[in-house]
């Protein structure tokens, strides 16, 4: 016989049941389970191992960082199988490379535990910001410019032929030869050509430079359109720029520290053994 408060037990318990069941059902297919790239498995383990590499970079949705996680892992599989069939790893040029790659992500991992351990302090932040505001040039220029082999172009300039029109047809610079030798506002020290920005700021808004500008590339034919000055950026706008110069500097006296600290000495061959005399 059931009584009725056991009956009533026996209902809950099995409500509870049919909830949780349901609950997992409605749970995305998230789950790791192995499987295999032409015949090479797949752990769940290392689906997981790079699951958690995928949130740590931001990725919210565990779907997705499944989803990224055999598509990353599937194709490290078939690269690493084709490179096995070219027998690729005992080529010596490409175990150098390998080596060189795992020295740098050794040192990225031992800097970012140093960094952890001793954040950059607020002197050290102050310290780049000023320095770098120290350096800065606020002066900027906007010019269109004309690359040629000669500087005969310039004749054609002043007789009244169109700037514009005559770059599209003759400049060599592949990069602004089609917007008519128009290039965007640029800071002095960030042109790699020796003395082209400072030669434009001493030039007049709409003049020609009377002489083309020489260098290695040829001739530079300019027309100033624009200059300004841009003031230094506030703490706050670079101090993503000024953290990674920090690590980069810490990097390298990392680096340096290590190595002066190293026990490094020179091995002799070992001496040959005496040919032994005929009897």
């Known amino acids: 016989i059931l009584f009725p408060a ?27 389970t192995a499987y295999s790239v032409n015949g090479q498995v797949i752990t769940p383990q290392s689906q997981k191992m790079l699951m958690d590499l995928f949130e740590k970079r931001g990725v919210t949705s565990a779907e997705q960082r499944l989803e990224l996680a055999k598509q990353v892992l599937t194709q490290q599989a078939v690269i690493n199988q084709l490179a096995a069939k070219n027998r690729l790893e005992i080529d010596p040029a490409i175990k150098a490379e390998l080596e060189e790659t795992k020295s740098q992500i050794f040192l990225n991992e031992l800097l970012r535990r140093e960094v952890f351990v001793n954040p950059i302090t607020d002197y050290e932040f102050k310290k780049e910001y000023e320095m770098l505001k120290e350096s800065y040039d606020p002066n900027e220029v ?14 054609r300039i002043r007789a009244g032929e169109d700037f514009t029109k005559l ?48 260098s290695v590339h040829g001739y530079h034919v300019v027309k100033l359109l624009d200059k300004r000055e841009v003031p230094f950026p506030s703490f706050e706008a670079i101090k993503p720029r000024l953290e990674r110069s920090i690590v980069q500097q810490r990097t390298q006296e990392f680096i340096n520290q290590k190595i002066a600290e190293a026990k490094i000495e020179d091995i002799k061959p070992a001496p040959r053994p005496a040919a032994r005399r005929p009897y």
């Open 167 to 214: 770059a599209k047809e003759l400049s060599l610079d592949p990069t602004t030869k089609d917007n008519g030798g128009q290039m965007d506002f640029t800071n002095v020290r960030q042109i790699s050509i020796n003395g082209f920005g400072e030669a434009a700021m001493a030039m007049e808004k709409g003049s020609l430079l009377p002489i083309p500008f020489k």
């Open 142 to 155: 906007k010019v269109s410019h004309i690359l040629v082999k000669t500087k005969e172009i310039i004749r």
């Open 6 to 32: 056991f009956i009533e037990r026996k209902v809950v318990i099995m409500k509870k049941i049919v909830l949780i069941s349901l609950f997992l059902c409605s749970l995305p297919a998230m789950a790791q």
